[in-house]
Nanobody
């Protein structure tokens, strides 16, 4: 289970930090991530981090958002700075797990409940 913190409303230029509590060891996951989905849009990757610490970000958030984890607490964070109105969206925490049964690899995605972030101009 993934439980995301409440989002919030901020003015453009402001900051917010989202957190996600994971019931399980995030260190065994292939990756943890944050996605977002605006009304009428497809869900898109915002940021992703592997257990080794490799990260990748959507171009639109590079330099403004930072994803991090606390493996001891099984928490994932998304620090969002210099927020823009176009960052307004529902944000979802994601855990990506890959298993191997001796024959094939299988990928599983686990999702937290969405949390709304609203940025006003």
């Amino acid at each position: 289970q993934l439980q995301a913190s409440e989002g919030g409303s901020v003015q453009a230029g402001g900051s917010l930090r989202l957190s996600c509590a994971v019931s399980g060891r995030i260190s065994v996951m292939n990756a943890m991530g944050w996605y977002r989905q605006a009304p009428g849009e497809q869900r898109e990757l915002v940021a992703r981090i592997t257990p080794g610490g490799s990260t990748n970000y959507a171009e639109s958030v590079k330099g403004r958002f930072t994803i991090s984890t606390d493996n001891a607490k099984n928490m994932v964070y998304l620090q969002m700075n210099i927020l823009k109105p176009e960052d307004t969206s529902v944000y979802y925490c994601n855990a990506e797990q890959i298993t191997y049964d001796g024959l094939r690899f299988r990928k599983y995605d686990y999702w937290g409940q969405g949390t709304l972030v609203t940025v006003s101009s």
